[in-house]
């Protein structure tokens, strides 16, 4: 009779990770079954499997953390390009690359009880909490080790004996442990570090819901008529402030990057003509984008939004229509509104005109949701950027319109733009038509409690001029800014003019904050209000100046600071940085979500031991969320304070909690800068 030996094989067989859920060395990376194929991008060159731990070397490769440990321990040159290397030059990879691996969908290991799917950095989660095949597995194992013949307990299994858990994770949320230096972003229901909804406890019943955050690398080509015109767009962050990577801020209308209409707010610019800018100062991401010619190659990493199990269930009843329209010429229209709502992202029709194409074909209708135009991905999109794909088409517009009966059109934006995707004959030459701007948002001036010292790199200088003049001298300056603008700016000095007398004396500069002149308060006042108040007072025969000047030590080339054409230029983003918290305007932003949502932004900086404080930034705003649908914060804004609580002086581990804690309202006090215009 043959020995009984499956339970004594099973028993000698290498017990399974606890994170990944397969059997591997101690000291080995983990290991996974990814659904998709990895870009080789992703890919270490050492074990050629996705990174773990990524690490970058100095000569631009990356590699997991342990193949790279264990191979400097025999080496000392770069496994690619055999460079003089030691571990100790390597640093770890920025937070969105190690996001975006993280982000990578894996298959369950135990895949004849649980065909579940998630992202990888939500596998070990799954497992301890969710799998039946891995709970199964641990009973099994539990029963070998402690059999009834045994008097005593063997010490517990690999995975139980050296990983402690994190009490959040075991307690059925998940953990968060944001690194101050990286994006911690307030999302829903996953267990990567930072990434928390606090309303959602999740429960078998609420797998259906799960989303996962989509983010896209694309390669834009952008084409000017003429290779000095700017793009059109601002730009915050750089790796010489707390957001790192180079954010857009803001698409200008009727610039060239609009116009292309592929580039929205929140996207991250990685590289621009084949250089990594994902590294670099502000002032240098500024240069190499400023930088003229006919084409531009841009490579930008794009948040798509949520993926969400039940709402593409509920998609599913809507009916997607393909309809084609035919131009007898280019220049026809097409008769067709389109608008933006204040409650859903993408592109919605407002109206058909009557007797235009598009009414006489029939096959469109008010409240259609436009999803795609001759194949290019609108679900994100602006009026704006349909309407120029409309004229740009000689003949064949092919629409992908998303249709629910019985829904009616949301409240339009008041800011945003109806478009009449006609040509440029048309009544209206195809222009989005603007709606007035909403009313002005309550500002005030940042309070005594929410103030804070300039940050490492800066340093103000306030200055006295006093100068003796003719009355019909001009101070030969020109200025920005203003309380009325939309960034609620102090006045700045634009120009100094070869004529006048503040040219001739030579202390006043372009770029200084004017405070006062001749007693006058200019920092409460708007851009009409200081002009009168600057001319009048430069009618008599002496004028006191008191100015600002700010010096930022993180971009000393003044040249890169420069838009020659007088009135065009503004202080690069990274100089308001330095400007004394008495001189800022607050903002109240209230947001506003449901029990399973999550609140759409993510937030950078925070109090280090290493950088001492440092002011927390709005990194990225999802797609689709609250934060997106409420569009009065931006990347680049800085947040002063959470429900009335400061922020100044926190770190990133304590405000995290804090965002935790509010379910379905919070008000953020923030401060917004404009972005450096490229």
């Known amino acids: 009779m043959a020995d009984p030996v499956p339970e004594e094989s099973v028993s000698q067989a290498p017990e399974l990770c606890c994170e990944c859920g397969q059997a591997h060395p101690l000291l080995d990376n983990h290991l996974y079954n990814f659904q998709d194929e990895v870009d080789d991008e992703l890919i270490c060159h050492i074990c050629l499997q996705p990174l773990l731990q990524p690490m970058d070397t100095p000569c631009g490769h990356t590699y997991c953390f342990k193949c790279l440990e264990n191979f400097m321990q025999e080496y000392s040159f770069c496994p690619m390009d055999r460079k003089k290397l030691s571990f100790q030059q390597c640093h770890k990879s920025s937070l969105l690359v190690r996001n975006l691996l993280d982000k990578l ?14 992202q990888r950095c939500e596998l070990e989660a799954h497992l301890q909490n969710r799998c039946p095949g891995f709970k199964k597995y641990k009973s099994e194992l539990q029963r070998k080790k402690n059999p009834i013949s045994k008097g005593k307990e063997d010490p517990p299994a690999r995975g139980e004996a050296n990983t402690p858990k994190d009490p959040e994770v075991l307690s059925g949320g998940s953990s968060l442990v944001a690194e101050s230096s990286g994006a911690a972003v307030v999302s829903l229901g996953t267990a990567e570090p930072g990434l928390v909804n606090p309303a959602f406890e999740e429960t078998e019943e609420d797998l259906p819901q799960r989303t996962s955050l989509v983010a896209e690398t694309t390669t834009i080509e952008i084409h000017r008529e003429d290779p000095e015109e700017e793009l059109g767009m601002r730009i915050v962050g750089g790796k010489d402030t707390p957001l790192g990577n180079i954010v857009v801020q803001e698409v200008l209308r009727d610039s060239v990057i609009a116009a292309d209409g592929r580039i929205a707010p929140g996207d991250h610019i990685l590289e621009v003509n084949g250089v990594n800018i994902s590294s670099v100062t502000h002032c240098q991401a500024v ?52 608008i933006r709502k204040t409650d859903e992202a993408g592109i919605f029709i407002l109206d058909l005109l009557e007797g235009g194409l598009a009414a006489k074909n029939g096959k469109l209708s008010r409240n259609d949701r436009v999803l795609s135009i001759n194949g290019q991905d609108l679900r994100q999109g602006t009026p704006e950027a349909a309407a120029q794909i409309i004229q740009t088409t000689e003949s064949r517009v092919n629409f992908v319109i998303l249709r629910q009966p019985g829904v009616q059109l949301g409240e339009p934006l008041e800011d945003g ?23 002005d948002q309550n500002h005030y001036r940042r309070k005594s409690n929410y103030q804070k010292d300039l940050p490492q790199g800066y340093v103000s200088h306030e200055k006295t001029v006093a100068i003796k003049k003719e009355p019909k001298e001009s101070l030969g300056i020109t200025i920005g800014g203003g309380r009325d603008n939309k960034n609620k700016l102090p006045i700045y000095v634009t120009s100094v003019q070869p004529i006048g007398c503040l040219f001739r004396d030579g202390r006043i500069k372009r770029g200084d904050v004017l405070l006062s002149i001749n007693g006058i308060d200019l920092t409460h006042l708007n851009y009409y209000e200081a002009v009168s108040a600057l001319k009048s007072n430069a009618a008599s025969h002496s004028v006191t100046l008191k100015a600002l000047e700010i010096l930022s030590l993180n971009c000393p080339e003044p040249s890169l600071d420069i838009r020659e054409q007088g009135f065009s230029w503004a202080p690069l983003w990274i100089t308001w940085l330095g400007l004394p918290s008495y001189l800022h305007f607050c903002q109240d932003v209230v947001l506003t979500k449901g029990n399973l949502e999550s609140w759409g932004f993510s937030i950078v900086g925070g109090f280090e031991e290493s950088k001492g404080n440092q002011p927390f930034f709005i990194k990225t705003i999802v797609p689709g969320t609250p934060a997106f649908r409420d569009r009065k914060l931006k990347c680049g804004d800085e947040i002063v304070a959470v429900n009335g609580v400061p922020a100044i002086g926190m770190s990133n581990s304590e405000l995290i909690p804090m965002l935790k804690e509010q379910r379905n309202k919070v008000t953020l006090t923030v401060v917004s800068w404009p972005g450096s215009l490229v």
């Open 287 to 338: 240069s190499f984008l400023r930088h003229p010619g006919p084409v531009l190659h841009l490579m930008v990493l794009q948040e798509k939004g949520f993926s969400n199990k039940s709402a593409q269930q509920d998609s599913a009843s809507r009916e997607v229509i393909h309809v084609t329209l035919v131009k007898r010429d280019r220049s026809e229209p097409l008769g067709i509104k389109l």
């Open 105 to 118: 969908l894996v298959l369950c290991p135990f895949k004849a009880e649980c065909q579940q799917t998630m």
């Open 417 to 439: 733009s109806t478009s009449n995707s006609s040509s440029s004959s048309s009544s209206n030459g195809g222009s989005p038509v603007h709606h007035r701007r909403r009313p």
